[in-house]
């Protein structure tokens, strides 16, 4: 089973919110995940993100891949920095 962290699609139309959930590739985009690691609102100036870092840090460990989108986002947070860290460590 190859899971993927992505962003499932919330709220309402034109009001888009995002969970950052960590689910199997081969299920739907908004269908069902494995493990709800954080949220992502754009609509708010600046992009509001909350995170559960050390959940995350847990699955990229168990080798689940982050979307290009999520990645950018991890980046900022700099999850993604923690991670190569950990890897070198």
Do not use: C, H
Not at 13 to 39: C, E, M, N, W
Not at 62 to 88: H, Y
């Amino acid at each position: 089973m190859a899971v993927k962290i992505r962003l499932k699609r919330m709220g309402a139309k034109k009001a888009p919110f995002y969970r950052i959930v960590a689910a199997d590739s081969r299920a739907p985009r908004d269908g069902r995940f494995i493990a709800q690691l954080g949220t992502y609102d754009p609509r708010q100036n600046p992009a509001k993100v909350t995170l559960d870092k050390e959940e995350v840090l847990n699955w990229l460990s168990k080798g689940a891949q982050p979307s290009d989108t999520v990645k950018n986002i991890l980046s900022k947070e700099g999850v993604m920095k923690a991670f190569a860290d950990s890897k070198k460590a």
